[in-house]
């Protein structure tokens, strides 16, 4: 089993729709939690952090169930710009490491 | 402006070279990291740093190297040993276990 797990996607909704995507992870000693997205053929970039009360920001809202070791994050009023990978991301066992899913594909599409 | 620089954008390597990415922050942080990335696939880590002159493996560190002389630079060399080096490679850094980390714009590696 993959430490950090995405449905790979893509998605592809209209403008102005509502889509979610679940990350789940296997290390339940994890305490950090990020959302990353991803252009193509650039770097990852911070979208947000996760915080165990849930957290939004704008249009993205952030949620973390510990009991059942999952993600999710919410996008709403999908705008064209929105179109990118979405990471997740979570700390392992360890000081520093991160793990990172391989991703999921958004397409917002007119 | 605070960031991570990574350089070159893009490198060839020929059969039996070694070549060496530069990664440069000035955002004061301790730790750094190398990943690579392959396409549709998610980041896996090389080797990272938590201090100056300290340095460990990461997932796949077989044919890299690295030297951490210096807080600000954290170069990694692509050796002959990495038969497969075509890769984005990128370079992240943050300041401690609480904080997300920061990339930088990434090098893109291929095989003349």
């Known amino acids: 089993r993959k430490e950090v797990e995405q449905d790979p996607g893509p998605f592809n909704v209209p403008e102005g729709a509502t889509v979610a995507f679940n990350c789940t992870y296997s290390?339940?000693?994890?305490?950090?939690f990020f959302w990353y997205r991803q252009d193509c053929r650039k770097e990852p970039k911070l979208l947000m952090s996760?915080?165990?009360s849930g957290n939004e920001d704008g249009r993205f809202t952030a949620q973390l169930n510990r009991a059942s070791q999952y993600i999710s994050l919410l996008i709403r009023d999908s705008k064209l710009s929105d179109s990118a990978t979405y990471l997740c991301?979570?700390?392992?066992?360890?000081?520093?490491?991160?793990?990172f899913g391989a991703g999921t594909r958004l397409a917002v599409h007119p | 402006d605070g960031g991570i620089t990574q350089s070159p954008k893009y490198l060839f390597r020929k059969e039996g070279q070694n070549v060496t990415l530069s990664c440069e922050q000035n955002l004061n942080h301790d730790a750094m990291y190398w990943y690579r990335q392959d396409p549709g696939q998610g980041l896996r880590l090389i080797y990272y740093s938590q201090i100056v002159n300290d340095f460990q493996k990461g997932d796949i560190a077989e044919g890299y190297s690295v030297s951490r002389e210096k807080k600000e630079s954290f170069p990694l060399t692509v050796t002959s040993a990495q038969k497969n080096p075509t890769a984005f490679y990128l370079c992240?850094?943050?300041?401690?276990?609480?904080?997300?980390?920061?990339f930088g714009d990434g090098t893109r590696l291929s095989i003349l």
């Open positions: 290390n339940s000693a994890s305490q950090s």
């Open positions: 996760v915080y165990s």
């Open positions: 991301v979570v700390t392992a066992g360890g000081y520093n490491k991160l793990i």
């Open positions: 992240a850094s943050r300041l401690d276990r609480a904080q997300p980390q920061h």
